[in-house]
């Protein structure tokens, strides 16, 4: 075997199985550079994020699951360094739950503060989303931090007909991602007694169709009934589909263009592939320092280094000597 350098090949591989074998206890950690994040992460707690469309018949998941379920895979998935806050959203505005902190020194807290989130720390039943998104910004800017707001986007009332409330922020100057949550068929929104238990579903008269805050529209005296003291905004009660619900992408990718956040589908609660690659897009990343264990590589390469010495080398060995012996056969 000495001509084929099989012998010498095995004693490097045996040394440098050694070596790395060694190195594992000498040399855990590297200091290598690498981008983190620090984000502020804001669920929608409103009724509709309790429509179950995720999962399968046997075991539907609902919105807010399926946004918990993402932001626990996404605490393991962060690199270290990563900071990552919690806080929820109904009504008008975000509530603070804790500040963001490092995922890695603090990953069993934080899985169990968002295991711990529950639609039942809302505090109002109304749903304005863009005015959340715009205050959930003000938040993020007060901590350094980009916006990642995991949302289906109905809003509830629905919105005004004069449009989008007006974003008083620098566009751009605070990065993130809306996250649509839900499926884009639409689905009825779950009803809940006092005590939490549900007891069916809304039904069309249950909820507002049109927001009649404010002044009508201009064409409201077309309306039957109209009445400019008694009914300005016509007779009729407004029809629609606010009982039901799906994912609203095109009022929140509009949500976005107007606040300079990007946006992602939350298609799958078991994925957080594309929520990590719309951070990286979108999010403000900065440089650290890390400590990088390196013990696992170190090991992998001691058991290749084996492996190829006492099982690829004979093989290779043996392929050698077999079309050494079929040439020798051809030549005579």
Known sequence: MRWLGVSDARRWLIALAFFCSI???????????AKVYDLLAVIDLTGSM???????SNKPVSRLEASKAALRRLVTDL??????????????????????MEVCANFAPLKRMIADID?????AGDSYITKGVHHAIAEAERLHANVLFL???????PLHHSGMPPFEG???KVKGVLVGVGQYAKSPIPKFDRDGRRVGFYAVDDVPH??????PPKDSMTRQGFHPRNAPWGGAAPAGDEHLSAVREKHLKAVGAQTGLGYVHLNSAASVRELLSAIGESAKARTVQTATDIRGWLAGAAILSLLGAFLLLPLFDGFARWRLKQRSIHQT
């Open 151 to 157: 949302t289906d986007g109905q809003e509830a009332p």
């Open 79 to 100: 690199p270290c360094g990563s900071r990552l806050g919690l806080a929820i959203f109904t009504e008008r505005r975000t509530f603070l739950l804790a500040a963001p």
């Open 23 to 33: 190195a594992t206890f000498v040399v855990p950690q590297l200091e290598l550079s």
């Open 50 to 56: 309790n429509v179950a469309d995720y999962g399968d």
């Open 170 to 172: 620098e566009v751009g």
């Open 119 to 123: 639609w039942r720390m809302a505090w």
């Open 210 to 215: 049109e927001n009649r805050h404010g002044l």
